[in-house]
């Protein structure tokens, strides 16, 4: 399984789509086999889910992110997990352990910076 953590260096970010880049992690038997940092393409509407699903990811993991992007991911059969903090291979460590679960914490508008962390 891969799994994405949207980032800014070791932490993970507040808003997806402005992330530094993405720790990818490969898991195996809900464990971490390695991790590498891809950087983040551009943020442009629609472009980072399908970016990640030509990478392979299965989840993605990030504080918060748009409806849209959501629900690209969704078509996509990739979970999404938003409303995480802190570092971000803890994070996937507690999501490996059914631990980390989505808060739904979605940015409806991006004038809306209280909702998501600045941008």
């Not at 799994?3 to 490969?26: D, N, P, Q, R, Y």
């Not at 392979?56 to 903090?85: H, Q, R």
Request: glycine share 14%; proline share 3%.
């Amino acid at each position: 399984m891969k799994i994405a953590v949207a980032s800014e260096g070791k932490m993970v970010t507040e808003h997806f789509g402005h992330c530094e880049g993405f720790l990818i992690f490969e898991t195996e038997n809900d464990k971490i086999m390695q991790s590498e940092m891809v950087e983040n393409p551009g943020h442009r509407p629609g472009f980072l889910p399908n970016f990640l699903n030509d990478l392979g990811i299965n989840a993605i993991i990030s504080g918060g992110m748009g409806g849209g992007a959501i629900d690209i991911f969704n078509e996509k059969n990739i979970e999404v997990i938003v409303g995480a903090s802190g570092d971000a291979q803890a994070a996937v460590e507690a999501y490996l352990k059914g631990e980390l679960k989505s808060s739904g914490s979605v940015c409806h508008e991006h004038q809306h910076s209280d909702a998501c962390g600045a941008h």
